[in-house]
């Protein structure tokens, strides 16, 4: 899609680690149908996805300056956009607001943590570790029901997609090397400014990897509200996507006013 001078704003949405575009699953297809004289733009980070066999970057900044050359490529205009992302993808949101502050109109926060807020047992849930170790050591077929387990608590809804998650990853799969530069990236990301910019913050209650505490510890430090679902796991999207939409929906229409 070539970049217009009058083109509405596009909605970039990034995910988190070791996870591809078609991860969305129908939360993408969602937003496209809210907003659809809008672009909706997934992004690949460097090393997943259709990119598997690129490096993934050393550093949230330079995972940053990737997606704004995937921007480019697309034709789309990288200085007005609204960001939706989870996890890692959070991380990546707030380093581009902060490197970049003229390029985001606004950013959706999903199940987010960072340093210095938040403790790295709080940032992965300590508990979850012999699960977390098993994942390298397991076939396509275990690895993803592994992550599913973890990122999901919503198990029964989501066969068909545990069956396009190992599909993907047979099809894409993410090296050794680049989920080791993915996993430091993250653990090593620290921010350094509050956002000028407003920010929807979004959490699971009951997120099994990552504490809700961690979103909490945002919101207190930007003194922001912090929406909460009851019950969906750390793949917030991936279990209640209706709702996300919707609070992205009252997000945007605050904006207007």
Aim: charged fraction near 20%; charge should be positive.
């Amino acid at each position: 899609m070539k970049f217009q001078k009058d083109s509405p704003r596009p909605i970039v949405l990034i995910r988190g680690l070791l996870r591809e575009q078609r991860h969305w699953g129908d939360f993408r297809k969602q937003l496209c149908k809210q907003y659809p004289h809008r672009p909706v733009i997934c992004l690949d980070l460097a090393g997943n996805g259709a990119r598997f066999r690129v490096d993934s970057p050393s550093s949230i900044r330079k995972m940053v300056n990737d997606l704004r050359v995937q921007l480019r490529l697309e034709e789309i205009n990288p200085y007005s956009i609204d960001i939706v992302a989870i996890s890692m993808g959070g991380m990546i949101a707030i380093e581009w607001m902060t490197c970049y502050p003229n390029e985001v109109d606004s950013a959706v926060l999903i199940n987010t943590s960072t340093r210095p807020y938040s403790p790295f047992y709080q940032r992965l849930n300590w508990r979850q570790l012999p699960t977390i170790f098993k994942i390298f050591h397991s076939s396509p077929e275990r690895k993803e029901a592994l992550i599913l387990s973890l990122t999901s608590n919503n198990l029964h809804q989501h066969q068909g997609t545990l069956k396009d998650w190992v599909r993907w990853r047979e099809q894409y799969p993410v090296s050794s090397r680049n989920t080791l530069a993915q996993l430091q990236a993250a653990a090593r990301y620290r921010v350094r400014y509050s956002p000028t910019k407003p920010v929807l913050l979004l959490a699971s209650e009951q997120d099994q990897l990552v504490n809700v505490a961690c979103s909490k510890a945002l919101a207190a430090h930007w003194h922001l509200p912090l929406f909460l679902h009851p019950n969906a796991g750390h793949d917030l999207p991936l279990d209640e996507p209706e709702w996300v939409c919707e609070q992205i929906e009252a997000f945007f229409q605050q904006r207007a006013l």
